[in-house]
């Protein structure tokens, strides 16, 4: 979870809302990505989108079901779909997110065998967002 919100200060850093991802198999990471909505001007340029893309071809497989995903920030129901098809095995997030999370619109969205871990610095990941919108606001 340390390199996802690594990757999430880079988005930071760049002007992106700073959300960071990093997959992992077999205890090696094989993915990073980090929220590029801006910089590639594509509302999917998703931290999560980027990293399952990046594990799919690291992987040769579009399944991912032995995989975890390491997110600063809940999944939203794009993620979620994304990684419902991916079969992630699992998906640990720290921050929540009340306005656009996949739990508050749909927790049925993932794979039924996906396990979901929330809270993992979710209190570092929170303050780096609240710091983005605070400095963007002004």
């Known amino acids: 979870m340390n390199e996802a919100l690594k990757q999430a200060k880079i988005a930071f850093e760049e002007g992106e809302i700073p959300v960071g991802a990093v997959i992992v198999s077999k205890n090696r990471i094989i993915a990073k990505a980090y929220n590029q909505t801006e910089k590639l001007n594509d509302v999917t340029a998703h931290a999560e989108m980027l990293a399952i893309t990046s594990a799919a071809n690291y992987m040769g497989a579009k399944y991912l079901n032995d995989c975890r ?21 699992e998906i640990h997030y720290g921050a929540s997110d009340l306005k656009r999370g996949f739990l508050q619109s749909n927790p049925a969205i993932l794979h039924p065998k996906t396990k979901v871990i929330a809270g993992s610095l979710g209190l570092e990941s929170e303050q780096l967002l609240l710091e983005f919108f605070k400095k963007l606001r002004k």
Request: glycine share 14%; hydrophobic share 50%.
């Open 69 to 89: 995903l390491y997110v600063t920030l809940e999944p939203c129901v794009m993620c979620g779909g994304a990684l419902f098809w991916s079969q992630i095995g």
